[in-house]
């Protein structure tokens, strides 16, 4: 079985969404910045998932790992060999050099420095040596931030990112449905990941300019102007960016209707809220297995996994 090695980072206030979001990935409690995972995920789904690499080689002496290069006569084109230092490897420069010219060497092949078609990563965790295909993300959700309809109180792309992953626990079989979709943040980013996604908007308005912000990034995702109380069909998981008090005229017990109504066509919830809103949540029948807050100007957002 393949085992990768995951390294992600995140700024101090996202801290909580991005261990929330790395616990559901790989269903492990996280403490280094370093994961290593059985699980082949795509590290351009996560914002905070730098690299992987698809381990081919572990030792405690990097002579070792040499000698198994050698001994397998590698034929590869276009390849580039790269140090990556992590954590707290303190390995000068003029020795990762000569680290990645001695892997280099065993490569039958030419090299390609400038646009590898294959990059073998040589990294330290701690005092164990690794070798192996290296994956980066490609950060292409940076081009979606600014969209052609928004609001001010729109989800961000990098959270919409993370709940999506919370939604579908790196199954990219599950069906979703965000019921209030608002511009289609959500449903442009789980498209561009190949997850399967349907959304509601009751406001005429806002469900025009979700279409219009879907068009524009060609995705092809089913949007229903509607009421989410009318929808009839089950989902393996529901994403609910609750309307708020503070940005709507919306009452108590209209936010648990909504919440209840997602306890009646899906078997997870991920919910999203300006406020604790765990009364509520319990109400519906729900059981709360993870949670975290995100500061968010003088306001906090807060997250829940529901099952």
Request: with cysteine; charged share 30%; proline share 2%.
């Amino acid at each position: 079985m393949k085992k990768y090695l995951y390294v992600f980072n995140y700024p101090r206030l996202e801290e909580g969404i991005c261990l929330m979001e790395m616990r559901t990935l790989f269903e492990k409690d996280i403490i280094e910045k370093e994961i290593f995972s059985n699980k082949n995920i795509d590290v351009s789904d996560s914002v905070y998932i730098n690299f992987k690499i698809e381990i081919l080689h572990m030792d405690e002496k990097f002579e070792n790992i040499v000698e198994k290069i050698k001994k397998e006569k590698i034929i590869m084109e276009e390849f580039k060999v790269e140090y990556y230092k992590i954590g707290n490897d303190e390995t000068e420069y003029a020795e990762r050099i000569k680290k990645t010219r001695s892997i280099g060497l065993e490569v039958q092949g030419e090299p390609n420095m400038k646009n590898p078609k294959t990059i073998y990563g040589i990294v330290k965790v701690k005092d164990i040596w690794i070798l192996g295909i290296y994956k980066k993300n490609n950060f292409l959700w940076n081009s979606r931030v600014k969209k052609p309809m928004s609001y001010s109180n729109s989800l961000g792309v990098s959270l919409a990112k993370s709940v999506i992953n919370l939604a579908t626990c790196g199954d990219r079989n599950i069906s979703i449905i965000d019921p209030c979709c608002g511009i289609g943040t959500i449903l442009i980013e789980a498209c561009k990941m190949n997850v399967n996604i349907e959304g509601y908007e009751i406001n005429k308005k806002i469900y025009e300019n979700a279409k219009i912000n879907l068009k524009f990034y060609n995705c092809n995702v089913e949007i229903t102007n509607g009421d989410m109380h009318e929808i009839a069909k089950k989902y393996d998981s529901s994403i609910l960016d609750i309307p708020y008090g503070i940005f709507s005229h919306i009452t108590k017990e209209e936010q648990q209707s909504l919440i209840n109504k997602t306890r009646e066509i899906s078997k997870r919830l991920i919910l999203i809220s300006f406020e604790d809103l765990d009364y509520m949540i319990e109400k519906a029948e729900f059981k709360i297995i993870d949670r975290c807050e995100i500061p968010k100007g003088n306001f906090k957002r807060y997250i829940y996994t529901c099952m």
